[in-house]
């Protein structure tokens, strides 16, 4: 039986030998393997409990941790300190996950293509001329190569959906409130929700229970809403009694693009060949073609992130647990650090924006009453379908070139203004090429009524094992020897590889 320091030591052999292919990781907790001496004390004595004894995960950077900074990518935040780890991360830890480090995003988690002024450019795992997706890329990309069991993840509006589309993965957005938010560098109260990724559906249904253990928390007012039904409910306990036979599954139409091209092509083939399976296990297909489905006009009308960014940063910068070196205000981090923020040009609007934009601004009510309209018009295509579940593709297109505009395509934000459980599971790949060996990964989502995590996992638990889609990247496949460490190695991530595309300090 191996010990837990084995078990860390050959995932840090891993990320030794294969973090250069994928720029993944910004920094390696230092006390990993203190950390696993101290579990195998403990199965030595045969106290062991936890439903993550010894398990190694990777953190998104823009989760607090007491043991190491709290960066979001940013320059400008690279000497912040946390003095106490985020609920989520103590409740991982309280199940016995070790933390190996953080992974990369894409700069404060604002965009979709991971790469950060302090971590460089994430690589695709399955394309090196491609992004991982983001903006969790650094946790898609980390996972995908099998340097952690699973990493987690947020999503203001697709982060925790498009790395894992972009990197044959899964992972659930859950149902908003069910994970507090606590200790996440924020982006918008209405839109923001952590959560895993993971390989499997079992991994993050064993992920999802942890996190969502967290239970009410007065720091995050949101999670009053949980059922009292819902708390306690183990995910994993469940995931593997579900059926599709029966399932009416609804299919959003509008969330395709159906002109063809290279980009665009592969997409449908892999959704059409999904959709062909489900349809000869027994489900039923509807389709669902009303237009207020249109995630571009959802996302340019109802969109929450610049009104309330500006004030979920400053409360989180000047919050008295966060120590070290740090801006205090947004607009200090933006104005005062000339050269240690990366702004990429899709940006530049929002961000300027954002900066003098707050909920008092006129237009705000407005908005957030055109997602409570959505939000009701989404339960109403459920009731009038009766609907288990709704399918479509995560991204219209594959996952975009590096020094791309931006991360074009992509479906995330209609959970993410509705605030409904989506998980995401493999689709299929696109066709084999010099540049993708094993083709580009694409995602499905798979979008439930609130507080439906269970019986989605379910759902995504039975097209796992109907289509056993999920390849590993060709590089992943490769035997690494198992160092013997008298101390965890240094990661330094690449931050030459940044696209000129993506200047620093402009703004």
Request: hydrophobic content about 40%; glycine content about 8%; some cysteine.
């Amino acid at each position: 039986m191996a010990t837990c320091r084995e078990v860390v030591s050959s995932f840090l052999s891993r990320i030794e030998s294969l973090n250069s292919h994928v720029n993944a990781i910004i920094t390696l907790n230092p006390h990993a393997l203190t950390v696993a001496d101290s579990m195998d004390q403990v199965l030595a004595a045969g106290n062991v409990t936890g439903s993550l004894f010894c398990i190694p995960i990777l953190l998104k950077d823009n989760y607090d941790t007491s043991d190491m900074n709290t960066t979001g990518g940013n320059l400008a935040l690279a000497g912040s300190q946390p003095s106490v780890d985020a609920p989520a991360v103590t409740a991982l830890r309280n199940a016995g996950a070790i933390v190996l480090g953080k992974a990369n995003l894409h700069e404060l988690a604002l965009e979709g293509i991971s790469v950060s002024s302090l971590g460089g450019q994430t690589i695709n795992a399955y394309d090196r001329t491609r992004t991982p997706g983001g903006s969790s890329g650094g946790s898609g990309a980390a996972v995908a190569a099998s340097l952690s069991i699973f990493a987690t993840g947020s999503d203001t509006v697709n982060s925790l959906r498009s790395p894992v589309s972009a990197n044959s993965l899964f992972s659930c957005r859950p149902t908003r409130g069910l994970i507090t938010r606590a200790g996440i560098i924020p982006i918008s109260y209405t839109q923001d929700v952590i959560g895993p990724i993971a390989r499997t559906v079992m991994d993050v249904a064993t992920a999802l229970t942890v996190m969502a253990s967290t239970g009410f928390d007065p720091l995050d007012n949101v999670t009053a809403l949980v059922p009292s039904s819902i708390r306690g409910v183990d995910y994993a306990a469940s995931v593997t009694t579900g059926s599709l036979k029966g399932l009416r599954l609804g299919v959003l139409n509008g969330f395709f693009n159906r002109t063809a091209s290279n980009e665009t092509t592969p997409v449908n083939a892999a959704m059409d060949a999904m959709v062909a399976k489900l349809r000869s296990a027994g489900a039923v297909l509807i389709p669902i073609n009303e237009t207020i489905y249109n995630a571009t006009a959802i996302l340019s009308l109802y969109d929450t992130q610049r009104f309330e960014y500006r004030e979920g940063m400053d409360a989180y910068l000047q919050r008295p647990s966060l120590h070290g070196s740090h801006p205090t205000t947004l607009t200090q981090l933006y104005r005062n650090s000339s050269g240690e923020f990366l702004v990429i040009p899709s940006q530049y609007e929002y961000v300027t924006t954002a900066l003098v934009s707050s909920t008092s601004n006129s237009t705000y009510n407005a908005v957030r009453q055109g997602g409570q309209n959505l939000t009701l018009a989404l339960q109403c295509t459920f009731t009038l379908n009766s609907l288990d579940a709704i399918l479509y593709p995560e991204q219209k297109n594959l996952v975009v070139k590096l020094g791309a505009p931006s991360q074009a395509g992509r479906n995330g934000i209609l959970a993410a203004l509705t605030g409904v459980p989506v998980v995401t599971v493999p689709a299929g790949f696109s066709p084999v090429s010099a540049d993708a060996p094993v083709g580009v990964p694409i995602g499905m989502e798979i979008l439930g009524r609130p507080w439906t995590e269970e019986k989605l996992l379910q759902i995504a638990y039975q097209i796992e094992m109907l289509t056993k889609v999920r390849r590993t990247p060709l590089f992943a496949r490769d035997v690494v020897e198992v160092k013997t460490y008298a101390a965890v190695p240094s990661v330094t991530p690449n931050r030459g590889n940044i696209p000129s595309a993506y200047p620093l300090g402009v703004l």
